[in-house]
């Protein structure tokens, strides 16, 4: 009887894994997306024309990017 049980778990486990087992492959699926995106933009400052990852710059109102908030500041007014 403990060997059907030990049988029985396993089989619930494995049922279990296999069903939540999309979830996770989607979640992986969509970090690998961003990790691309992160690699692949590449935006331009604005002041001194150094290329810099998207997610590294800073944006202004006018969809400028800045390489440091130093270069940012020198076009607000
Ligand atoms: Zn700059």
Same mark, same amino acid.
């Given at each position: ?30 970090v690998?997306?961003? =990790? @691309? $995106?992160? *690699? ?7 002041? +001194?024309?150094?290329?810099?990852? =998207? @997610? $590294?710059? *800073? ?6 990017y800045? +390489? ?10």
């Amino acid at each position: 009887m403990g060997l059907f049980r030990l049988i029985l778990f396993i089989l619930a486990a494995w049922l279990i894994w296999w069903l939540i087992r999309p979830f996770f492959a989607s979640t992986k699926k969509r970090v690998d997306e961003q =990790k @691309n $995106e992160k *690699i692949d933009t590449m935006v331009r400052c604005h002041h +001194c024309g150094l290329n810099l990852p =998207k @997610n $590294e710059a *800073i944006a202004d109102d006018a969809e400028h990017y800045y +390489c440091c908030e130093a270069h940012l500041n020198t076009h607000k007014k």
